[in-house]
DNA sequence: GTGGTCTAGACCACC
DNA sequence: GTGGTCTAGACCACA
């Protein structure tokens, strides 16, 4: 995994596993990789997975069972989409419209590139 | 003007100077705000806006004449558009397809709210 | 390191680290002082350390990891030598030549000081 | 004339001015243009102007007749060529020569060039 | 008046 | 520990 320099580490980390569990690759209830092994894999210190698996905790989409480690959520997939949604209306969208008003672009020169994209997502 | 506290304040005013440049309310060989008439007005250090232009200059979208202060470059609007442009079809594109994707959200549902948007806009 | 007073401190900082680098002292890939060590060995404010290494960054000279240090770019030594002697043949050769013109000086004549000056030199 | 960003542009006026005397195109005793006649032909401010010739009558190059103008001075040439001799010496020579170490270029590599600078010249 | 540099000190996020 | 941002205030050079 690659991360982008401009975003914390840890909440790039956060947002990739809301993603799996939203995709379904994690499931309710499922454990989630140690804090260990997912430093290992991910080649980042410890200190910076655990900062993510506190702040999903603390937004109740992970849960932890002392001595066996993190798990997803009961609720975890619609509290995903919850605050996504609300985030993608009152941020993302307008901030969307502001960029491409400024640069001249229609809603519907993006079409063709939405199709294109969708293709290349891998079905679950 | 108001300031995210997610990005630093120089940039956000950076930002809000290359929109000004865009939209044409600051031309190009137009003095722009001297640095500490601009702090006055954002209620900001003057170092802050210092680094502000410091940025822009550096991306040849002002430049400098000594003791005289800044002015919008001549090619400013073009390389905001291209730099933006690019940022916009290789970043936040991507991102906002995929936000989409997860939410289920279909381009065409966009249409009225974008519409909405643009009346919103003041004209120029 | 003393400075003189003619050109900004930042710059004179940063100069001396393309120095190092260029002689081998500081190796690709290694990390530099801290901005915070280096300001309390040169004496001066960490505030102009970290000009000097902002500027290096945007020449891609060094880089950045988050909350790990500076880091010398793997480049630093072709991309140093490629702006020096640049700068070096535009500008410093000419305005030299125009000294020793305008001075009645020939090129023979410095031939024995710059062997001297070369013997000088500590080897790397 | 262009000037140069990095040096201020009082200095190069007035280092242009002694190139002047040194090359005899102004003569001792001779006029110096009037501040304003300068300014007019530099596209400077007479401010700007002002200050040259005050830097050049500190170092007796220059000196005034009220309500006459600047003259050369007597001696300027000699002062002149005494000045740029002991900082070309001092300065700008080991900077030079420590340019060309850190380049790895030779002093025999410049032959070529100076020949062809000083071919460029003109009579005098 | 303008930009530009520097210091001192604070606070934050990140690893 | 690391970088990064911001404030406050000073001083200088330049036009």
Redesign the interface.
Known sequence: MEFN?TQA?YLQIADHLC?RI??GQLAPEEKVPSVRELAVTLEVNPNTVMRSYEHLQQQEVIYTKRGMGYFVGPDAVKKI?AM??EQ?LQE???A????????G?E?DE??G??EK??QK?PKH
Chains 1, 2, 3, 4 share one sequence.
Not at 96 to 103: A, D, G, T
């Open positions: 320099s580490i993603d939203q995709l989409t996504r949604r993608f993302e969208l307008p969307f419209f502001r960029r491409m008003y400024l640069l672009i809603l993006l079409k590139r939405f994209f969708r997502q």
